[in-house]
T-cell receptor, first 113, second 116 residues
Framework: NAGVTQTPKFRILKIGQSMTLQCTQD?????MYWYRQDPGMGLKLIYY???????DKGEVPNGYNVSRSTTEDFPLRLELAAPSQTSVYFC????????????FGPGTRLTVL | AQKVTQAQTEISVVEKEDVTLDCVYE???????LFWYKQPPSGELVFLIR??????QNEISGRYSWNFQKSTSSFNFTITASQVVDSAVYFC?????????????FGKGTHLIIQP
């Protein structure tokens, strides 16, 4: 049982490039989340999903897109990367939305130059 | 709107001292959940505790204890006899139930430094 896994661990992008951050969970959780953590700040919600085929925006969705075709996977797509997207990205999952503990992946450190 | 305030940006203590990390929250929900997470230097987020709004009992787990006071909207975290391995950033977070799935609201974190 690996929990929540994320790839890659590190990535450097040039301005205007695109990439997909991968997130997979093996706990059969319905709820999945993407957060970003900027230096000295707490985490902010980018997008979330309540199940396969259903996604919704969080607090800071601009510049990102998500999809959820399976229960296990919740990729985050960055289109036209900008320096403001330099951050650490965390994926999380939970079994029962806000009432349940969210389990986090190890994070992806992204730098946009 | 929900808000979590961790007013202590950084705390530095000497090993074996007790230390309390403060967390104050704002919410209009009557049912909600509070969490503490630890982020060690390696960067992962480690779940420490979850507490629902109807349970105001204090909780103790080894050297860790949590004091939840609904009257002051606070959920403080105390480490007794601190150790160097406790050095980390600690986040307090808030969610709401009632079917809400829109993630957690995090405080900005408290960086705890335990000096040997």
């Amino acid at each position: 049982n690996a929990g929540v896994t994320q790839t890659p661990k590190f990535r450097i992008l040039k301005i205007g490039q695109s990439m997909t951050l991968q997130c997979t969970q093996d706990m059969n959780h319905n709820y999945m989340y993407w957060y970003r953590q900027d230096p000295g700040m707490g985490l902010k919600l980018i997008y979330y999903s309540v199940g396969a085929g259903i996604t919704d925006k969080g607090e800071v969705p601009n510049g990102y897109n998500v999809s959820r075709s399976t229960t296990e996977d919740f990729p985050l797509r960055l289109e036209l990367a900008a320096p403001s997207q330099t951050s650490v990205y965390f994926c999380a999952s939970s079994g029962l939305a806000g009432v349940d503990t969210q389990y986090f992946g190890p994070g992806t450190r992204l730098t946009v130059l | 709107a929900q808000k979590v305030t961790q007013a202590q940006t950084e705390i530095s203590v000497v090993e074996k001292e007790d230390v309390t990390l403060d967390c104050v929250y704002e919410t209009r929900d009557t049912t909600y959940y509070l969490f503490w997470y630890k982020q060690p230097p390696s960067g992962e987020l480690v779940f420490l505790i979850r507490r629902n709004s109807f349970d105001e009992q204090n909780e103790i787990s080894g050297r860790y204890s949590w004091n939840f006071q609904k009257s002051t909207s606070s959920f403080n975290f105390t480490i007794t006899a601190s150790q160097v391995v406790d050095s980390a950033v600690y986040f307090c977070a808030l969610s709401h139930s009632g079917g809400g799935a829109d993630g957690l609201t995090f405080g900005k974190g408290t960086h705890l430094i335990i000096q040997p």
